[in-house]
């Protein structure tokens, strides 16, 4: 079965940066574009961005193409997210989702999450 | 940005009840649309794609509806696990892909 595992919970100083990542099993890795979304506490989920796990295209919602970089490791089967110059604001539950269509059908992301992982806290404070 | 819109904020439902949950968008979204369901201390788990499309393993009592900017989800006969955040995803175009604010189906 699909399994998305990530790592444990993070504490970061404001400034510093932080690093999650998200071990994919149970399916080809690299058919499947993966999502990073964050979701802060009593908030929505906020997409973040998504990476073409077959040739490492990455695409950044504009909120934070500055701060984040998403890369992935096939023989790994792992994607990571950075997020950098961290803030309280940026407090929140961290999740991986994968695509729900693979990317052969649309040539990349269709923007909807069909497993998710369990989640990473990343709490910013000083 | 594509704003998405969800009403009610909190909906109270007896088990056996019907539950009608409302998505609006600011602007058409075709039927690029999914919905969550979210319990405390979980990840959404996909229950809805193509706007009326059950995901794999999800139980008949949920069902899909609408196109355009008007969605609804309904839960025909509320199960005590149904009790949730539900939570409204549009896909279409480019990113960003975002989520409506949340209804809480409460009892």
């Known amino acids: 079965q699909v399994q998305l595992v990530q790592s444990g919970a993070e504490v970061k100083q404001p400034g510093a940066s932080v690093k999650v990542s998200c071990k994919a099993s149970g399916y080809s890795f690299s058919s499947y574009a993966l999502h990073w979304v964050r979701q802060a506490p009593g908030q929505r989920p906020e997409w973040m961005g998504w990476?073409?796990?077959?040739?490492?295209?990455?695409k950044y919602s504009q909120k934070f193409h500055d701060r984040v970089t998403i890369t992935r490791d096939t023989s790994a089967t792992t994607a990571h997210m950075e997020l950098s110059s961290l803030r309280s604001e940026d407090t929140a539950i961290y999740y991986c989702?994968?695509?729900?269509?693979?990317?052969?059908?649309?040539?990349?992301?269709?923007?909807?999450?069909?497993?998710w992982g369990q989640g990473t806290l990343v709490t910013v404070s000083s | 940005e594509i704003v998405m819109t969800q009403s009610p904020a909190t909906l109270s439902v007896s088990p056996g009840e019907r539950a009608t949950l409302s998505c609006r968008a600011s602007q058409s979204l075709g039927t690029n649309l999914a919905w969550y369901q979210q319990k405390p201390g979980q990840a959404p788990r996909l229950l809805i794609f193509?706007?009326?499309t059950r995901a794999t393993g999800i139980p008949a009592r949920f069902s899909g509806s609408g196109s355009g900017t008007e969605f609804t989800l309904t839960i025909s006969s509320l199960q005590s696990e149904d009790f949730a955040l539900y939570y409204c995803q549009r896909y279409n175009n480019w990113p960003p892909w975002t989520f409506g604010q949340g209804t809480k189906v409460e009892i």
């Open positions: 990476i073409n796990t077959g040739n490492g295209f990455r």
């Open positions: 193509g706007a009326s």
């Open positions: 989702a994968r695509d729900g269509v693979p990317m052969i059908m649309f040539g990349g992301a269709i923007g909807y999450f069909d497993s």
